[in-house]
């Protein structure tokens, strides 16, 4: 695998208003982003690479409460999906149910726990 070195902004996915993206690895499919509406998917579908291990789950989540309260003011939903199977959802159209207890969010719904510890589990 070659990697150039280019400058992306992490909020990358807010200019994307429409259309679709995706990425690739080896000519095979690793993430797909796309539009729907308010809705903006990342469908992560193999992760080629190794990435340095992040803060613990439930560390996670909990920074991910500031960025589900601004999609929320902001009328925008990013869905977050394992294989084409939705897992998370962060802001507006998120219906959080019992994620809620785990959270302390209205604005972060846990779609699939297994599947988000897959997820987890490779990042």
Request: charged residues 30%; hydrophobic residues 40%; proline residues 5%.
């Amino acid at each position: 695998m070659t990697m150039k070195n280019f400058d992306i902004p992490a909020n990358f996915l807010s200019y994307l208003d429409n259309g679709k993206l995706s990425v690739t690895c080896n000519d095979s499919p690793t993430i797909n982003f796309h539009v729907e509406g308010s809705t903006k998917i990342i469908d992560v579908i193999d992760i080629p690479i190794k990435i340095t291990k992040m803060p613990g789950f439930l560390k996670q989540l909990s920074e991910a409460k500031d960025l589900a309260k601004n999609l929320t003011k902001q009328k925008t939903t990013i869905e977050v999906r394992l294989r084409g199977d939705p897992v998370l959802k962060l802001g507006e159209k998120a219906n959080p149910k019992l994620a809620k207890i785990i959270t302390l969010s209205s604005d972060i719904e846990i779609t699939d726990l297994r599947k988000l510890k897959k997820l987890n589990d490779v990042f």
